[in-house]
């Protein structure tokens, strides 16, 4: 039905997150009937980001740079520093606007089924930035799933003997949402969290 190449360029495109088979043939066809304005630009960004993105060395952040821009950033307060799960999360915060420490990117979250131990996880690097004694608060900001809850357990676990601060992140009702279309466990976690009305 189509050519090899077709068929390549619609495995690769359905196996992008949020994209099946049938995404993936719309996405190969809108790219290919415009070729020009979004096919050859898309390819050209795809082999630079290949060739220059590299990890950051201190949070695990993505960036041209072995050490990102928010790590360079002289602005940032470097006495707080938000661990996130993944680089996703980490721009997600970013997003918000709010926060102005640096980050620590563990690269995951323990999972006994995943086979994901503290090993796995970039938890040594984060223990070394705490010795240099700089933070003075670590916010978790992690999920609440099961192993997201699990992992910031066992960090806080490794550097409560520090003079340390640890917060986590406030969970419950969203601003704008309505309780009948709130699960169950945020419903919960807004009730333990209440607090009192100013």
């Given at each position: 039905m189509h050519s090899p190449d077709i068929q390549r360029l619609i495995q690769l495109l359905s196996k992008l997150p949020g994209l099946g088979p049938r995404s993936g043939r719309r996405a190969a066809l809108y790219l290919i009937k415009n070729k020009q304005?979004?096919?050859?630009?898309?390819?050209?960004?795809?082999?630079?980001?290949?060739?220059?993105i590299k990890i950051c060395t201190i949070c695990g952040?993505?960036?041209?740079?072995t050490t990102c821009a928010l790590c360079r950033s002289p602005e940032r307060d470097e006495s707080l520093l938000c661990i996130v799960a993944e680089v996703d999360d980490l721009w997600a915060m970013e997003?918000?606007?709010?926060?102005?420490?640096?980050?620590?990117?563990?690269g995951g979250v323990l999972?006994?089924?995943?086979g994901v131990g503290p090993d796995k996880l970039s938890i040594p690097a984060l223990l070394a930035r705490l010795e240099k004694g700089k933070v003075k608060?670590?916010?978790?900001?992690?999920?609440?799933?099961?192993?997201?809850?699990?992992?910031?357990y066992y960090?806080?676990?490794?550097?409560?003997?520090?003079?340390?601060?640890?917060?986590?992140?406030?969970?419950?009702v969203p601003m704008g949402g309505e309780l009948d279309y709130l699960d169950?466990?945020?419903?919960?976690?807004?009730?333990?969290?209440?607090?009192?009305?100013?």
């Amino acid at each position: 039905m189509h050519s090899p190449d077709i068929q390549r360029l619609i495995q690769l495109l359905s196996k992008l997150p949020g994209l099946g088979p049938r995404s993936g043939r719309r996405a190969a066809l809108y790219l290919i009937k415009n070729k020009q304005t979004t096919l050859e630009p898309l390819s050209l960004s795809l082999i630079r980001v290949a060739e220059t993105i590299k990890i950051c060395t201190i949070c695990g952040n993505l960036d041209s740079e072995t050490t990102c821009a928010l790590c360079r950033s002289p602005e940032r307060d470097e006495s707080l520093l938000c661990i996130v799960a993944e680089v996703d999360d980490l721009w997600a915060m970013e997003r918000s606007g709010c926060y102005k420490g640096h980050y620590h990117v563990l690269g995951g979250v323990l999972s006994a089924l995943d086979g994901v131990g503290p090993d796995k996880l970039s938890i040594p690097a984060l223990l070394a930035r705490l010795e240099k004694g700089k933070v003075k608060e670590v916010v978790m900001a992690l999920s609440t799933t099961i192993e997201g809850q699990t992992t910031a357990y066992y960090v806080a676990e490794q550097i409560k003997e520090r003079d340390i601060s640890i917060t986590k992140l406030a969970h419950g009702v969203p601003m704008g949402g309505e309780l009948d279309y709130l699960d169950d466990g945020t419903i919960s976690a807004a009730l333990k969290a209440r607090r009192p009305v100013n």
